[in-house]
């Protein structure tokens, strides 16, 4: 079966476009009409336009062309001398007429055809080629020209009165004699047998252009004024050149040397074999054939064309018969050639006419957009959409009445535009593929019959099945509305385009993508797509829209339907699974999936209700998770702390602790009664743990399956140990009751809880006894001896440890740490009374003398600290009396220091740096501030003492 993504369409065939069409023609019966010689032509007027005819009797014939309507008539007639017309040359800035005829130039005027004058001053002239410039120059007075005169070149100036000016005569290397020339700007380029040549105006140095192979090859040339070159013609082949001889773009090759040549815009007509050709400048490629029926034989063929290269209409004559043709429109042209189903040469001929400047932007935009829907109804989807994607003007609402049936809800906004009128009206895709189809069989039974059909040849020879049309069309159509919605749309359009999308990721079943577009931001409308979706069993994508659209009771509602499907689904499918492990895995992941979905909308939701009626299955499925929607900091308003407490399952601890400590922690609350919940909780949790931790350590066997089972369901939300944040947070807080937690682990194993709550309560000796007898922990014990700051509390703790309790052996090792590093807070006397008789003398003797020395050192050290301090204290009292008694000597010349003001009887001050200021600049500064800047509260000013040095 064919792929329904077809090949880039062919080429077109050659001569299939229609460039000319016979706009009128002239073919007198007069008898006395001679056969035509020579032809012009020249628009007037947007409603007239002249041909002058010269014939080989020697008239000079004026017929006058309506564009518009088409009418060709005789118009004005004069005989010159009786010898044939050569030669006409329009110039029309001076409004004249250059005839050559029987070697002499003559001059007509332009629009009465008199009176006639001959420019005796030129004899023997062979060729009149008159000046072009490639710039607008038609307000210089007079007209240049170039006349051949024998092997001679003469250029000359026509002025106002019609009197040649003769400005230069070059005696080339024109031995073969001059055939053909054309003056471009500052160049003559000169055609003889021998080859071309280039005379520079300005320089007058002349060159060869290039030579020509062969004698029997006549020079011919035509002046091009759509571009201002020349194409120089070497047998059958035209060399492009610029004013300065260099070939410019590609040769045009014809069949057989033409007889005649002219221009009509970027093409080149040519007569030749009874035939009127066109070809195009750029491409080269014969685009038109026009079989032209002349009188064979009597007259050669001629072409005249509008030198000014307004490029619109072109003259034929053959015999006496004139014919005039006119450039088709280029509207005109694109519709033929998508007519015959040429769209690439279409396209190409609308961005050539763009890129010179002959077509719009927007019309561009407007033909892509009709060969795109030409191939759409064409069955070709993919190129379609590239050609619509192409289109800046196009409204993605064009593509809606093919997705979804009239009338809905974006009818109106579809534009009811036919284009050129060469496609059907749109209309569902299932249709489009149907008529297509139908289409190609009728072509395949043509074609049987011998019948030529426009249909595609790759259709033709293996069609595609409708299923792999749709779905190409399906796909295509999804491509183009996702780009589409990257264009500044419309609210109205932007919904068509997302709800539409929608239903075509349904058709692909894509389902990833329909999440991924109804999770976003995103335009579609609920209304439109609620049934689809359910229907359909898409309940996630509904989810996820529903959470986009704010419809979050919705989403919720559905994410716990899914939730408890996945459960119910488990418990149905697992019964005499083999693969009990993947099950497990996949169902926890979908139902992971529902709950942490639902978990965002509920944590950026501020309705309590919603919120509470929600926890409870998330709990069930994962404890953090609805930790986080009762702690989140999304939510604008937070939930009431009692309602949330009390909606917890008592049975979910963990959440409970979590929520309190957030409270606690977080959110700095002060209630009492949230501290003592949170600690009562973390007691019961820490008192459980301790239980399993026994009986773990007591069981011989565990069962390895309800390791795994209780592992994943009861893992705990906190990172760190209970009894170690239970700990930490009863000695931290002190809002908590500490005697109704005591009544909870009173007869536990927790000692050290135990002990923080007894020092919360002020029991000094039940701490102690805690610590020093029943954890051991000497270190803690003396610490908290120093927190309580008195003597006795270090003996209290020296008897623990020398008379336990319980029968309990005495503690010397202990009882000596106690003595060598807290003995000078021990009266020696009661420690000799305290130690027992049973303790080890050697142990004593040496940490009892260290205690003595250090009470000795301890005693000498602070009278040292004593007298230290009293020499300080005088020596900054002898300071202080020193700087008092200084005297100051003030005179007549004696001035401020700040703001230079004589002091004389002024009160003033002096600062410790010896600066003295008046009173009032003592008020502005203050006493601390000197007049050099310096504060002497940061930058303490030092003078040496007998003690005291910096």
């Known amino acids: 079966m064919a792929n329904p993504k077809s090949k880039p369409r062919p080429d077109p065939k050659p001569h299939s476009q229609n460039i000319l069409e016979l706009l009128s023609n002239l073919n007198p019966s007069i008898p006395q009409f001679p056969p035509i010689r020579s032809l012009a032509i020249t628009t007037i007027s947007d409603s007239q336009t002249l041909i002058f005819i010269g014939t080989v009797a020697g008239d000079v014939i004026s017929l006058s062309l309506n564009p518009n309507s088409g009418g060709l008539s005789l118009r004005l007639r004069v005989n010159i001398i009786g010898k044939p017309v050569t030669s006409i040359h329009v110039v029309g800035n ?54 051949a005169v024998g092997k001679k070149l003469v250029l000359v100036e026509l002025v106002l009165s019609g009197s040649p000016v003769i400005l230069k005569e070059i005696q080339g290397d024109f031995t073969d004699g001059i055939m053909c020339v054309s003056w471009v700007d500052e160049s003559v380029i000169v055609g003889t047998k021998s080859g071309y040549y280039l005379y520079s105006y300005t320089s007058g140095q002349c060159g060869v252009i290039f030579s020509l192979p062969d004698l029997s090859v006549f020079p011919r040339m035509k002046f091009l004024a759509k571009e201002c070159k020349v194409m120089l013609m070497v047998d059958n082949v035209g060399v492009i050149v610029d004013s300065e001889g260099q070939p410019v773009g590609g040769s045009l090759v014809f069949g057989e040397g033409p007889e005649s040549m002219g221009e009509i815009g970027g093409y080149v007509v040519v007569v030749r074999s009874g035939k009127l050709e066109v070809y195009h400048k750029k491409s080269g490629n014969c685009v038109q054939r026009v079989p032209f029926v002349g009188e064979v034989g009597s007259s050669p063929y001629l072409v005249a064309d509008e030198e000014d290269g307004r490029g619109k209409l072109v003259a034929v004559a053959a015999g006496s018969k004139v014919m005039c043709y006119r450039k088709v429109p280029s509207e005109e042209q694109i519709k033929g050639l998508l007519r015959k189903k040429n769209f690439r040469e279409a396209i190409s001929l609308v961005e050539e006419l763009r890129n010179e400047g002959e077509m719009t932007r ?67 895709l299932e249709k489009v593929v149907d008529d297509g189809l139908t289409g190609i069989q009728r072509a395949i039974f043509l074609k049987k019959a011998g019948v ?105 509602s559905i994410w716990r339907l899914l939730a408890r499907n996945y459960s119910s689904s488990y418990l149905k499918d697992s019964h005499g699974a083999n693969h009990l492990q993947d099950t497990i895995k996949d169902i926890s992941s979908d139902q992971e999936t529902a709950v942490m979905e639902a978990s965002k909308i509920l944590e950026a939701s501020s309705d309590q209700e919603l919120v509470l009626q929600h926890l409870g299955w998330i709990a069930d499925i994962n404890q953090l998770l609805a930790v986080q929607v009762l702690v989140s900091e999304k939510r604008t308003n937070p939930l009431p702390p009692d309602e949330v ?40 949790s820490a008192l459980d743990a ?28 906190f990172d760190t140990h209970v009894r170690e944040r239970l700990q930490i947070f009863l ?76 029968g309990k052996e005495p503690m010397f090792t202990a009882a000596v740490r106690l003595l060598h590093n807290h003995g000078e807070m021990l009266d020696p006397l009661q420690v000799l009374e305290r130690l027992s008789p049973d303790m080890p003398l050697q142990l004593a003797s040496e940490t009892i003398l260290r205690m003595l020395r250090a009470r000795l050192h301890h005693h000498r050290q602070g009278q040292i600290i004593h007298k230290l301090s009293r020499a300080l204290d005088i020596d900054a009292s002898l300071a202080r009396f020193e700087e008092r008694s200084r005297h100051v000597l003030i005179n007549a010349d004696s001035v401020c220091d700040s703001c230079h003001a004589r002091l004389g009887t002024k009160l003033f001050a002096m600062y410790p740096d010896d600066t003295i200021v008046c009173y009032k600049c003592f008020r502005r500064q203050g006493e601390s501030t000197s007049v050099s800047g310096r504060d002497f509260k940061k930058d303490i000013l030092y003078k040496p003492g007998w003690l005291v040095t910096r």
Not at 107 to 128: A, F, G, M, Q, T
Not at 364 to 380: E, I, N, R, T, Y
Not at 691 to 697: G, I, L, N, P, V
Not at 760 to 786: P, S
């Open 94 to 147: 001076i409004g004249k007429l250059i005839v050559l005829s029987d070697g002499f130039i003559y001059l007509l005027d332009l629009n009465s055809l008199e009176p006639v004058k001959k420019l005796s001053l030129l004899k023997n002239v062979s060729v009149v080629c008159k000046r072009f410039f490639s710039r607008n120059n038609d307000s210089l007075n007079g007209c240049f020209f170039a006349v």
């Open 362 to 428: 927007e019309t561009l935009s407007f033909v892509h957009a009709q060969v795109g829907f030409l191939l759409l109804f064409d069955l070709h989807f993919e190129e379609a959409v590239d050609h619509f994607l192409l289109s800046e003007t196009m409204e993605p609402s064009e593509l809606f009445p093919f997705i979804m049936r009239d009338p809905n809800r974006w009818s109106l906004l579809v534009p009811r535009n036919r284009y050129w009128g060469l496609h059907p009206p749109p209309s569902l």
């Open 452 to 556: 030529e059909t426009a249909a595609d040849d790759e259709f033709l020879l293996n069609p595609p099945s409708r299923a792999d049309l749709l779905e190409s069309a399906i796909k295509n159509m999804t491509r183009y509305l996702e780009a589409s919605r990257h264009k500044d749309l419309t609210p109205s359009v932007c919904e068509g385009v997302d709800t539409l999308l929608m239903y075509l990721y349904r058709a692909l079943n894509r389902v990833d993508d329909m999440e991924r577009l109804a999770s976003s931001e995103n335009s579609c409308i609920v209304e439109e797509l609620e049934s689809l979706l359910s229907e359909s069993g898409h309940l996630r994508t509904l989810a996820f829209l529903y959470a986009s659209k704010g419809m979050s009771a919705k989403s919720l």
């Open 645 to 684: 407490i009390a909606a917890i399952d008592p049975r979910k601890v963990e959440i409970l602790l979590r929520y309190l400590q957030w409270l606690i922690e977080d959110q700095d609350s002060g209630d009492t009664r949230f501290h003592t919940a949170y600690a009562l909780l973390l007691s019961k």
């Open 690 to 717: 301790n239980e399993k931790e026994h009986a773990t350590q007591n069981s011989e066997y565990v069962n390895q399956k309800e390791m795994n089972i209780s592992a994943r369901g009861n893992n705990s939300i």
């Open 731 to 806: 000695q931290s807080s002190d809002l908590y009751d500490p005697d109704e937690v005591l009544d909870l682990v009173e007869g536990s194993e927790l000692w050290l809880e135990k002990a923080i709550l007894y020092r919360k309560l002020g029991q000094e000796t039940l701490v102690l006894q805690i610590l020093a007898l029943k954890l051991e922990d000497c270190e803690a014990a003396e610490q908290y001896c120093a927190e309580i700051g008195r003597p006795d509390a270090y003996m209290q703790l020296l008897e623990m440890y020398l008379e336990p309790m319980n």
